[in-house]
C-alpha cells in the first residue's frame, strides 16, 4: 500500500462491562477487541478472518462507530472520528456503509425494495426529482444484477441471494468508499456464494471500493483480499500479504485454519493441525499469548505470561507469535 490510507486503526479496543461499571470494578470485562492496529487503502480489500466470536464483527461495526470504542483511534480520510459526535458523523455516513450477514433479517419487510432504496438516497442523497431518483432507483438494481421490476416487490418475494443483492444496492445508493463486508456470503448456498463475491469483486473494480471483507472461511477471504488478517480472541494475530498465506504462514493459529482448508489436488493436501480445546472466554482471557492454551509449540514460562506484540518479520509481513521468525 502506497500513499495516505484510506482508513487506520490505531490501538482500537472494545470492550463491554458485564454486571458492574467498566472504571468502578464490580463487574467482568468482555474484550470484544482488544489493542487492534491496521490500515487500509484505497481500493484495496483487507481480509478478516477468525473463529466464530473471536470480535470480527464488533470490530467492523466499532470502525463504522456503529459501536462506540472502548478506546484507540480510527481515522477515515485523515481525520480521526473515534470521538466524533452523531450529528458529525452524520456527513460521514454516506462514504461508509456495511453489507450486512443476514439477508433476511437485514431488510424491513414492510418496505418495497424501492421505499428502501429510496429511503438511503433521501436520508443521504437530499432532494431529487421523481424523474431522477427513478433512474437511480433503476441504475441501482441494474448494477447489482436485477431486473427493475423488482423495485416494486418486498423482500419475502425474494430468495437469500437476490435479497443480499438488495443489500448490496442499498450500501451502494449513497456511493460510499468504504464497505464493511460483514459475513455477507456465509447464509448463502455455495453456488450463490461464488456470485455475490464475484459481483463484490467486479463493483470495487468498477467503483473504485475499500473492503474490509469479514469471513470465518480463509479460501473466501483468501480468493477476496489482497491482504488477510486473522484475529483470535480479540486480537490480530497474524497479518499478511495474500501471496504469502499459502506457504508462509507463521502463527501456529493461521497455519491450523490453513490446514483445515480442503485440497482437491492430493499434491497440495497438508497434514491437519489440530487445536485442543474451544476458543476461551473474552470474559477471562488467558494470560500471555492468548492462544497458549491450545497453541502447539507454546512454551512454558514465556507463552504463558508475556503477551506478543505484532513485529514485522518480512515486508508487510506481521506476526504476534514469540517463537515465530
Known sequence: MTGEPLLAVERLTTYFPQGGSLW???????????????????GETLGLVGESGCGKSTLGRTILRLIDPTSGAIRFEGRDITQLSQAKLRPLRSRMQIIFQDPYGSLNP?????????????????????????????????????RPEVLDRYPHEFSGGQR???????????????????????????????????LLMDLQEELKLSY??????????????????????????????????????LHPYTQALR???PQMDPAKRRLRVLLSGDLPSPLAPPPGCSFHPRCPIAQRG????????LRELAEGHFVACHLAG
Open 110 to 146: 414492510r418496505m418495497t425494495v424501492r421505499a428502501a432504496l429510496s429511503e438511503a438516497l433521501t436520508v443521504h442523497g437530499g432532494r431529487a426529482s421523481a424523474a431522477d431518483q427513478r433512474e437511480a432507483l433503476v441504475s441501482l438494481v441494474s448494477r447489482v444484477g436485477l
Open 302 to 309: 514465556l507463552c504463558d505470561t508475556k503477551r506478543p506484540e
Open 24 to 42: 468502578g470494578g464490580g463487574g467482568k470485562v468482555l474484550r470484544a477487541v482488544d489493542d487492534v492496529s491496521f490500515s487500509l487503502g484505497a
Open 212 to 249: 474490509l471483507f469479514i469471513a470465518h472461511d480463509l479460501k473466501v477471504v483468501e480468493h477476496m483480499s489482497q491482504r488477510i488478517a486473522v484475529m483470535y480472541l480479540g486480537r490480530i494475530v497474524e497479518l499478511m500479504p495474500r501471496a504469502r498465506l499459502a506457504t508462509h504462514t
Open 164 to 198: 443480499q443483492r438488495i443489500g448490496i444496492a442499498r450500501a451502494l445508493a449513497v456511493r460510499p468508499r468504504f464497505i464493511v463486508a460483514d459475513e455477507p456470503v456465509s447464509a448463502l448456498d455455495l453456488s450463490i456464494q461464488a456470485q455475490i463475491i464475484n
Open 259 to 261: 490446514s483445515a482448508v
